[in-house]
């Protein structure tokens, strides 16, 4: 007998960013149900700090563009509510103060450390020039590492009470969707929109 | 400004979604969002100022602006329905399908390898909205699951790959070696979107005998998809177009050319259409050609393993069909490949299948016998100057005629039947039948395959050609493959050329040459796919300083005009054989008033 589909009631939050040397830093947000399938995404313009920025902010500066702008700007710009918002990215936990709903960082597969190096593994491939380095500086706001679903994973500090919850709802996604997958779902469309949006602005530059 | 003008285009063409909302906002540091439509393009890079100012005490302080962050974002059809709690298991379409049964569900497995096929936009599809529509899908393993939709047997990952290409393509050929199971991936992408309500009523035509066969393998990997097979008589028939309300209807080719009054109404409008064998339609003057393209369709699919049989212009034929216009037979073979590189899935085992077991050619040249020696010189000594009589009434009947009968000398000697080739390949099959092999044996005319059944009747021979009735052949296929001592199967290249799956055959035996690679291909490939367990060794017969040979040398070139269209490789600007090179067979020269192409 055909299955029928599960209830899709519970949605997902998957949050990202790209950095290109020439425009900056694009965020990505990407809500997908119970089953993967998408349901909501939102990216965002190139953000590229000024040299002052850089010096007021220091290390301190992609936690700011990536969690505090980037982040709960997409955060804020989407209609749906997730039960759980899962991150690639360590500077992303800015994104949520306080942590409304919980956020989980994915660490890939087979790093176990706990300094900060996610992408190992993740698939992040494409001749862009965007890519989705690490930075220090946001590392003491996670929980330690643990192991679960064939991933390790951390969740932001200040949620150890819901680390069941937490988990039982990554069990639910993890039934029909790897982790880690969705990450490179918003890398492609992150390119593909800063590639058709870049010849737009081709367009209207040498129109103007 | 030439150069501008497509990407104005797509602009344009950018703006305004159907599918889901889409709007580009300007989150203010309150958080309030303001809408603007006018633009998806990506704004420059962004970052708040820096204000400085100075204070009456004469303090220095500092104050960091929040960016004005632009975001483009979209809300999903699912994702509309999951917000206002309309979710449900069941979408559009699924309710029309037929169920499994759970003995069924058990029998069959998920996907095999853990692996992640993504399904990609097609070049030509300009709206954003709908390219990230398609990136942000799940990879299709994910796709296929979440539906609980099962396979027989574990899928090849270049099939999923297949899948793929054709699940978000309105205009697709998929144009696989013979073998590597076009049907399934077919099969496969038609049930997942019915599944998900984007098709609602297909049309899938294909030659007639492989309606059976469309059927088993619908049974296989979408055994829930109701299908009706348009057949019999004109009433019945009519009955079928008129009432018939299954996902797919089948026909073939013949039938739909004949019932074109009841298909070819605006009002009879198919998701898709599919053909199968689509090299069919090569000819774009043809009948055929004409009643396809004039069906009501959203989507056309073709399957063939040979998109190129003679010329570019049977790609061309093909494409009218697929994209109307996307090509146009009088540019080079490169630059059709790129036009259609988008469109076009091919790939063949040597890519695919490392492990599929190897194909070994043999080219057995043979001398002709004494006796088939004297009456091929004597008969084309006589032909050729019975030619050149002719002069200007000479026409490519007359010299197709004296190429037919030299190639059936090649084949026996018509007085004493004599066979250079009967006597090797009794030896080859003895071998075979002592190894408890099975081999099939492929010759263009039944007349000669009657004769090789009376020569090699030690060997238990099967017969499959047109004067086999259709009612006789699954008995005859169900023979060669159970009874240990038939060792060998006669056929015809048009009988036995497509479809049939003859994979526990490990010889084939061209006895002689078709005029195109292409059909000599789909015939090997009957015992050569997905399935075969040992090698398989083609002998492809050739008798030595005859029109066998020269007819292969343009053979070869047909191979290197294929190549020249999808294997990007330097080839002759024209392999096809033109009347000129059919004429030169005899060093003859085409009259003045006689046109080009065969």
Redesign the interface.
């Known amino acids: 007998m055909m299955h029928p589909n599960p209830e899709e009631q519970t949605a997902f939050g998957y949050l990202s960013a790209l950095h290109s040397p020439e425009h900056g830093y694009f965020g990505g947000y990407l809500l997908v149900s119970a089953l993967g399938r998408p349901l909501e995404f939102h990216c965002t313009a190139p953000v590229r700090p000024s040299r002052a920025q850089e010096i007021l902010y220091g290390p301190t500066l992609p936690s700011y563009l990536v969690g505090e702008q980037i982040g709960s700007t997409l955060l804020a710009a989407a209609q749906l509510t997730p039960g759980l918002i899962l991150t690639d990215r360590l500077e992303a936990i800015g994104a949520l103060q306080p942590p409304a709903v919980p956020l989980v960082l994915v660490l890939s597969r087979q790093a176990s450390d706990n300094t900060g190096n996610l992408h190992e593994g993740l698939e992040d491939g494409g001749a862009s020039t965007l890519t989705c380095e690490p930075v220090s500086g946001a590392n003491h706001l996670w929980s330690k590492p643990f192991a679960a679903l064939n991933y390790q994973l951390r969740y932001a500090s200040g949620s150890e009470s819901r680390r069941a919850e937490i988990v039982a709802l990554l069990a639910k996604l993890a039934e029909r969707v790897d982790l880690a997958e969705p990450f490179g779902r918003i890398h492609e469309a992150i390119r593909e929109a800063q590639r058709i949006g870049g010849h737009a602005s081709d367009e209207r530059g040498q129109a103007a | 400004m030439n150069a501008?003008r497509p990407?104005?285009t797509?602009?344009r063409r950018?703006r305004g979604g159907t599918l889901f909302k889409m709007w580009q906002?300007e989150?203010t540091n309150d958080?309030s969002?303001s809408r603007d439509l006018d633009?998806?393009?990506?704004?420059?890079?962004?970052?708040?100022?820096?204000l400085l100012s100075l204070a009456p005490a004469g303090v220095v302080s500092?104050q960091?602006n929040?960016?004005r962050?632009?975001?483009?974002?979209?809300?999903?059809e699912?994702?509309a329905r999951?917000?206002n709690?309309e979710?449900?298991?069941?979408?559009p379409g699924?309710g029309r399908?037929k169920?499994?049964?759970?003995e069924e569900?058990s029998r069959c497995s998920l996907l095999p390898a853990?692996r992640?096929t993504?399904v990609r936009p097609p070049r030509d599809l300009v709206k954003?909205e709908d390219?990230?529509?398609l990136?942000?899908?799940?990879?299709l393993e994910?796709?296929l699951?979440?539906?609980?939709l099962r396979f027989p047997f574990p899928p090849f990952g270049y099939q999923l790959d297949g899948v793929a290409f054709l699940y978000p393509r309105p205009e697709a050929v998929l144009a696989d070696e013979m073998g590597l199971g076009k049907t399934m991936q077919a099969v496969t992408a038609i049930r997942l979107l019915a599944h998900q309500g984007q098709l609602r009523r297909i049309l899938l035509v294909c030659p007639k005998p492989l309606v059976t066969n469309w059927q088993r393998e619908f049974a296989i990997w979408a055994p829930?998809l109701p299908i009706a097979v348009v057949e019999g008589g004109p009433d019945r028939r009519q009955f079928f177009w008129r009432e018939a309300s299954q996902l797919v209807t089948i026909t073939n080719y013949e039938a739909l050319v004949r019932d074109r009054a009841q298909v070819c109404i605006p009002d009879n409008h198919y998701d898709l259409v599919l053909l199968d064998e689509s090299q069919r339609i090569k000819n774009i003057a043809s009948t055929t050609n004409e009643v396809v393209r004039a069906i009501p369709r959203s989507r056309s699919w073709a399957l063939t393993g040979t998109p190129i049989e003679n010329s570019t212009d049977d790609l061309v034929g093909i494409f009218e069909f697929v994209a109307p216009g996307l090509v146009n037979g009088q540019v080079k073979p490169k630059a059709i490949g790129r036009a259609v590189a988008d469109h076009v899935l091919r790939r063949t085992k040597d890519q695919v299948l490392s492990d599929l077991p190897p194909k070994l050619f043999r080219e057995a040249e043979l001398d002709l016998s004494p006796e088939q020696t004297e009456s091929y010189r004597l008969a084309e000594d006589e032909g050729v100057v019975r030619l050149r009589n002719l002069k200007h009434e000479l026409t490519i009947q007359h010299v197709f005629e004296l190429v037919l009968r030299l190639k059936q000398i090649c084949n026996f000697d018509p007085t004493t039947g004599a066979s250079s080739k009967l006597e090797r390949l009794e030896a080859d099959l003895a071998e075979c039948a002592l190894s408890r092999r099975k081999a099939i044996v492929f010759s263009q005319w039944v007349a000669t395959l009657t004769e090789l059944r009376s020569r090699l009747a030690r060997f238990g021979p099967a017969e499959y050609h047109g004067q086999i009735s259709q009612a006789r052949r699954e008995a005859t296929i169900e023979r060669f493959r159970d009874d240990p001592n038939c060792h060998v199967m006669l056929m015809t290249y048009g009988a036995g050329g497509v479809g049939l799956n003859l994979q526990f055959a490990s010889y084939v035996f061209l006895f002689d040459r078709w005029w195109n690679p292409a059909v000599e291909d789909q015939a090997i490939n009957r015992a050569h796919r997905i399935g075969s367990q040992r090698a398989v060794t083609v002998t492809r017969f050739l008798t030595a300083n005859t029109i066998e040979q020269r007819i292969n040398q343009v053979l070869e070139q047909k191979r290197a005009l294929f190549d020249a269209v999808f294997n990007e490789t330097t080839a002759p600007t024209n392999g096809g054989l033109s009347r000129d090179e059919i004429f030169s067979l005899f060093d003859l020269r085409m009259p003045a008033n006689t046109g080009k192409a065969a």
Do not use: Y
């Not at chain 2, 699951?145 to 609980?148: A, N, V, Y």
């Open positions: 501008d990407r104005k797509e602009t950018m906002s989150l958080g969002h633009s998806l393009s990506i704004a420059p890079p962004v970052c708040g100022p820096i500092w960091l929040n960016p962050l632009r975001t483009i974002g979209c809300v999903f699912r994702g999951s917000k709690r979710v449900g298991g069941a979408e699924i399908l169920r499994n049964n759970n569900q853990p992640n993504r954003l390219r990230l529509r990136l942000l899908e799940p990879p994910t796709l699951t979440s539906r609980g829930e």
